[in-house]
C-alpha cells in the first residue's frame, strides 16, 4: 500500500481450494466471452465475486481488477485506480494521464475515458477488466464514463461488472445489439446438488435429503444464509430442529443467524469482530492499534491481531484475504455491516457512550494510518469521528496538502459538511475550502471562502501559521485575478503572497511564481517571466506539481515563439502536448495554437490549419473562452490568404461581436488588425485606413499608406515604432517593424538603406526559419529579395524565399482562375489546389526532384501527387496527363 494507490483494491481475489465448483456457470461465461460486457447482478451472500474469481482462474486472458468502495465516488480517486488497475496488465497506460488526472480537477470523468480509449486500443492482445462491487458508485459522471467506455471499447477488451444493483448503463441497448451477458439471482442461487456439496464437503455437516431440501427450501439456494445456517449448526446437537427454527425474510434470517454465529465465538473473538468492524480493510498491525493502545484494555495479550486473522479465515468466518500474502484483510461486506450495526448496540445503553465508544475506535485508526503514511484513510477515519482538529491537520499535510494530492472532492465534501461556527473555529479550512474549489473550477464561491477566512483571522497573533495562511489567501486571488488578465492585481496579490507564505510551503510558492510570470507576460516584460516560468518550473518537478510543470512549459514556450526561437518553441509546444496526452485541457489548446502560428510562418499550411483548428475545437470545450476567439482570428486569416475573403470575412464578424459580448478586450485590436489586412486585400483602402485610426494600430496604418503609395507617411509611423520596440527588446515585433521599413525604404528609393536594414532581418528570420512574413508582404517584397539576391549574401535562404514566393504565385494564379477551378471540379474526383499547383509544374517540364524543391516538398509526396493525379485524370504517364489536363481546360 502507497500513500495513494491501495493496492489491495487491485488484487484479484484467490480461489479456495475448498469451493463448490460452477461449472455450469463456468461454461455460461466461456461462451459469451465475445460480448462487450458481463453484468454480474445479485443481493449480498450469493457468491457474486467468488464465481468470477472461479472463472477467472480458468480464464487464460490477462486480468486487471478493481475492487469499488464509496470514497471511489470521487471521479479523481475513481479515474487513478481505474488507470492504475489497467497498468497490471499494461503498464504504459495511461501513465500521462495520473498526473494530470491530480491537478485538473475540474475535468469532466467522459473526457479522460475518451483519451484513454485511445491507448486501450494500442493494446494488442485480449483482456479483461472486473469491476467489483460496483454498486458502491452513485456518481453520475462515472456512470457516464463507463457508458461511454462500452460504446467505444475496443474489440479486444471485456468489461466484468459484479453489483449488488443494476447499475445506470444502457443495458437495453446492450442486449439488443447482444453485447451482454447477464448472470442474476436466479442463476446464483445453489441447486439442491449444490447445496448438498457444499454442506457435506464444506462445511463438514452429514445431514439427510430431507433436512439439504429444507434448508435449501429456506434460504432459497442463498449462499450466505446457507454458510451462516452451517456455521451455526457446528454447534447444535439437534442439526433437524434448528433447521426447523427458523423461518422468514433474509433480513430476519440474517440477524438471527449472525447472532447465533458470534454467540458460539469466544468472548475475544467477539469483541475482535466488533470493534474491527469500523475497518475497511485490516491487517494486524492496525487490529492491534485499535485493541490493545489505551482505547480499550487488551482482548488477549497473548494473541496478535495477524494470528486472529488467520484463525478467522481457517474458520471461514466470512474475512476476505487482500494479497497473497494474507497481511491485508476485509470481511464481507454483508457481515460487516452486522458487525458495525451489533457494535453500537453493543458498546452501552448511553447514546454518548456509544458515540464516544466507537469515536475513540476511528480515532486511534485515523493515528495508525497517519503514522504509517495512508493520509485519505487518516482523514476518513478523523472526518467520522468528527475531530476537527485532526481531519484539518492532516488535509493540511506535511509536504502537501492532501487535496493536491488528488483527493480534492474528500476534502470539499467534508468542508461542505461543517457549519459555519465550525469553519470559524479554523481559519486554515476556510482558505483550504476556497483553495479546494478552485481546484475543481468552482470559481464563483471562492472570494466569500477568502472573505471568511480573513474575518476568521481578526485578532488572531500573527504567527508564522497565520502569516503563511495570509499568503496563501493572496496566492488564491492571484490565480483568480489570472482568468480575467488582471496584470495588476496578479503583482499585488503574487507579492504578498511570496512575502507571506512560509518557506517550506512549496506547493503555493510554486504555483505563485507561476502567476507572477504570467503577470509579467501580460506586461510585455518578457525576460522576467521567463525568469520566473522557469523558477516555476524547476520549483514543480521538484515537488512533482504536474499541472504547473505544463503550464509554466507553455509559458516558456510562448515567451520563446515571441523572440522567434521557433525552433525551440517547436519543441517546447510538442513537450506540452506530450505531457497533456489526449486530455482536452486548455493548455494543450494553446500549445496546438502555438504549434499552428509556427507552422504557418514555416509556410506549411496545411499543418497550421490542423493545429489551429484543434486549438478551437478544445477552446470551445470551455465557456467564453478568450481562446477559442484568438483561434478563429488566425483560421480567418488563413482563409484570407486563400483567396476565401467571404469566409474570412464572416468569422471576423463572429469574433469581433463574440469579443464584445464577453468583454475580451485585448483581442478587439487584433481583430481590427486581421480586419485591415483583409481590406486591403480587396482594395478597400479608406475602409482600412478608418479602421487604423479608430483601433489605434500603427503597423496597419503604415501599411494602409504603403498601399497608397504615401511611403513618407509610412515611413514616419515606422521610425518612432522601431525605437520604442528596441528599447523594449520585442523580437517578434522588431521582425514586422523592421520588414515594412525595408518596404517602404525601397519604395521611397532609399535602396542601399533598405538593403542594410533588410541584410540584418535576414540573419534573425533565418535562425527561426521564417518564411510567411515575407510572402505576406507580396509583389514590393519579392522586388526586394530579388535585388538582394543579387549582392550575393545569404544565398541558400534567399533562394529558398524567392522559391517560395513564386509558388505562392503560382497558387494565386491557380485559385483566381475560374475555369481552372471548374474544369477541376468537373472530374468525379476532382484535383486538389496542392495536385493542380504539380499539375502545372509537370506541364513545365520540371522533374520530380525540381518539383520537390520548388514547393519544399518530400520527393515521396510529389510522387504521391503524382499518383493521385494519374488517377483522377485516368492516365498512365506525364504526357498523357497534360494532354488530357489541357482537354479539360485545367492548363
Same mark, same amino acid.
Given at each position: ?634 483560421? *480567418? /486569416?488563413?482563409?484570407?490568404?486563400? $483567396? &476565401? #475573403? @467571404?469566409? =474570412?470575412? !464572416?468569422? +471576423? ?48 496604418? *503604415? /501599411?494602409?499608406?504603403?498601399?497608397? $503609395? &504615401? #511611403? @513618407?507617411? =509610412?515611413? !514616419?509611423? +515606422? ?60 509583389? =514590393?517584397?519579392?522586388? +526586394? ?107
Amino acid at each position: 500500500m502507497s500513500n495513494s494507490i491501495l493496492s489491495t483494491k487491485l488484487y484479484i481475489p484467490e480461489p479456495r481450494s475448498n469451493v463448490v465448483l460452477r461449472p455450469r456457470l463456468i461454461e455460461h461465461l466461456n461462451d459469451w466471452m465475445h460480448r462487450k460486457l458481463t453484468l454480474v447482478v445479485a443481493s449480498a451472500g450469493y457468491g457474486k465475486t467468488s464465481l468470477v474469481r472461479e472463472w477467472l482462474a480458468v480464464c487464460s486472458q490477462p486480468v486487471a481488477w478493481l475492487s469499488l468502495e464509496e470514497a471511489d465516488n470521487d471521479p479523481v480517486r475513481f479515474l487513478r485506480y481505474f488507470i492504475t488497475a489497467l497498468q497490471t496488465i499494461a503498464a504504459n497506460i495511461g501513465e500521462g494521464l495520473l498526473g494530470l488526472i491530480h491537478s485538473a480537477q475540474s475535468l469532466p470523468v467522459e473526457l479522460i475515458i475518451t483519451a484513454l480509449l485511445n491507448e486501450i486500443t494500442s493494446i494488442s492482445y485480449h483482456f479483461i477488466l472486473v469491476l467489483d462491487d460496483y454498486h458502491a458508485i452513485d456518481a453520475l459522471p462515472i456512470d457516464n464514463a463507463i457508458s461511454l467506455l462500452l460504446e467505444h471499447m475496443p474489440p479486444q477488451m471485456h468489461l466484468v461488472i459484479v453489483t449488488r444493483e443494476v447499475p445506470r448503463l444502457p443495458l437495453a441497448r446492450l442486449r439488443v445489439r447482444d453485447q451482454l451477458t447477464e448472470v442474476r439471482t436466479a442463476d446464483l442461487s445453489f441447486t439442491f446438488n449444490e447445496t448438498a456439496e457444499f454442506l457435506s464437503r464444506v462445511m463438514g455437516l452429514n445431514l439427510s435429503s430431507e433436512n439439504i431440501t429444507l434448508l435449501e427450501s429456506r434460504t432459497e439456494g442463498w449462499i450466505a444464509g446457507l454458510q451462516l445456517a452451517a456455521l451455526s449448526m457446528q454447534g447444535h446437537k439437534d442439526p433437524n430442529s434448528f433447521i426447523k427454527s427458523f423461518t422468514g425474510s433474509h433480513h430476519y434470517v440474517l440477524d438471527y443467524l449472525v447472532d447465533e454465529v458470534i454467540q458460539q465465538q469466544s468472548e475475544c473473538i467477539q469483541t475482535f469482530l466488533l470493534r474491527t468492524s469500523i475497518l475497511d480493510r485490516l491487517c494486524g498491525p492496525l487490529c492491534d492499534a485499535i485493541l490493545h493502545n489505551g482505547v480499550v484494555e487488551p482482548i488477549v495479550p497473548s494473541t496478535s491481531g495477524q494470528e486472529i486473522l488467520e484463525y478467522l479465515e481457517r474458520a471461514n468466518l466470512f474475512i476476505i484475504p487482500l494479497d497473497k500474502e494474507r497481511g491485508w484483510y476485509r470481511y464481507h461486506h454483508l457481515f460487516a455491516e452486522l458487525l458495525r450495526n451489533r457494535l453500537y448496540q453493543s458498546m452501552s445503553s448511553n447514546i454518548n457512550d456509544k458515540v464516544r465508544g466507537v469515536t475513540n475506535l476511528h480515532i486511534r485508526a485515523s493515528i495508525w494510518h497517519e503514522d504509517n503514511g495512508l493520509g485519505i484513510e487518516a482523514f476518513h477515519h478523523a472526518a467520522v469521528a468528527k475531530d476537527i482538529g485532526r481531519a484539518a491537520r492532516i488535509i493540511e499535510g506535511k509536504e502537501m496538502p492532501l487535496h493536491f494530492r488528488g483527493e480534492v472532492f474528500p476534502v470539499v465534501n467534508w468542508l461542505d459538511s461543517l457549519s459555519h461556527e465550525e469553519l470559524n473555529a479554523w481559519p486554515s479550512l476556510w482558505v483550504i475550502f476556497a483553495s479546494a474549489l478552485l481546484m475543481v473550477g468552482k470559481l464563483i464561491g471562492v472570494e466569500q471562502k477568502l472573505q471568511a477566512a480573513e474575518t476568521a483571522l481578526l485578532g488572531v497573533k500573527q504567527e508564522e501559521k497565520t502569516k503563511d495562511l495570509i499568503g496563501h489567501i493572496a496566492a488564491i486571488r492571484a490565480t483568480l485575478a489570472v482568468s480575467n488578465n488582471q496584470a495588476e492585481v496578479i503583482f499585488a496579490e503574487s507579492r504578498r503572497a511570496l512575502e507571506y507564505l512560509n518557506p517550506d510551503n512549496l506547493p503555493v510558492r510554486t504555483a505563485t511564481l507561476w502567476t507572477m510570470g504570467y503577470a509579467y507576460q501580460l506586461q510585455g516584460d518578457r525576460t522576467k517571466a521567463g525568469k520566473s516560468y522557469t523558477e516555476a518550473l524547476s520549483a514543480s518537478q521538484k515537488i512533482g506539481h504536474v499541472m504547473i510543470t505544463i503550464m509554466a512549459t507553455l509559458g516558456l514556450g510562448n515567451i520563446q515563439e515571441a523572440e522567434n526561437q521557433l525552433y525551440t518553441a517547436f519543441e517546447t509546444y510538442w513537450r506540452v502536448l506530450n505531457m497533456t496526452g489526449d486530455l482536452p485541457l486548455l493548455v494543450a489548446c494553446e500549445a496546438h495554437q502555438g504549434l499552428a502560428h509556427i507552422y504557418y510562418e514555416w509556410n506549411d499550411l496545411d499543418a497550421a490549419l490542423l493545429h489551429g483548428e484543434q486549438s478551437v475545437q478544445l477552446a470551445k470545450r470551455f465557456e467564453h473562452m478568450d481562446r477559442a476567439v484568438e483561434g478563429e482570428l488566425f483560421l *480567418a /486569416r488563413l482563409k484570407m490568404i486563400r $483567396g &476565401e #475573403t @467571404s469566409g =474570412a470575412s !464572416a468569422i +471576423l464578424a463572429q469574433a469581433d461581436h463574440l469579443a464584445r459580448k464577453h468583454n475580451f478586450v485585448l483581442l478587439v485590436p487584433k481583430i481590427a488588425a486581421i480586419h485591415v489586412l483583409l481590406l486591403l486585400r480587396q482594395g478597400k483602402l479608406t475602409e482600412a485606413a478608418d479602421r487604423t485610426q479608430k483601433y489605434d494600430l500603427p503597423i496597419s496604418e *503604415a /501599411r494602409v499608406y504603403l498601399a497608397q $503609395g &504615401e #511611403t @513618407s507617411a =509610412a515611413l !514616419a509611423v +515606422l521610425d518612432p515604432m522601431k525605437e520604442q520596440i528596441e528599447a523594449k527588446g520585442w523580437e517578434d515585433e522588431r521582425l514586422k517593424v523592421f520588414i515594412l521599413q525595408a518596404v517602404a525604404l525601397h519604395a521611397h528609393g532609399e535602396k542601399l538603406k533598405a538593403m542594410q536594414i533588410l541584410a540584418d532581418v535576414l540573419t534573425k528570420a533565418e535562425s527561426g526559419g521564417f518564411i510567411r512574413v515575407f510572402i505576406d508582404e507580396g509583389n =514590393a517584397m519579392n522586388r +526586394l529579395l530579388c535585388e538582394a539576391a543579387t549582392y550575393g549574401d545569404m544565398p541558400d535562404y534567399l533562394s529558398k524565399l524567392l522559391a517560395e514566393m513564386r509558388a505562392e504565385e503560382l497558387k494565386s494564379e491557380v485559385q483566381s482562375n475560374p475555369r481552372l477551378v471548374q474544369s477541376a471540379n468537373h472530374l468525379i474526383d476532382p484535383l486538389s489546389q496542392r495536385e493542380l499547383e504539380v499539375l502545372h509544374l509537370i506541364a513545365q517540364g520540371l522533374s520530380n526532384r525540381e518539383i520537390s524543391e520548388r514547393l519544399f516538398l518530400a520527393l515521396s509526396t510529389v510522387k504521391g501527387h503524382n499518383q493521385s493525379i494519374f488517377g483522377k485524370l485516368q492516365v498512365q504517364r506525364r504526357t498523357e496527363a497534360i494532354a488530357r489536363a489541357r482537354k479539360l481546360g485545367l492548363l
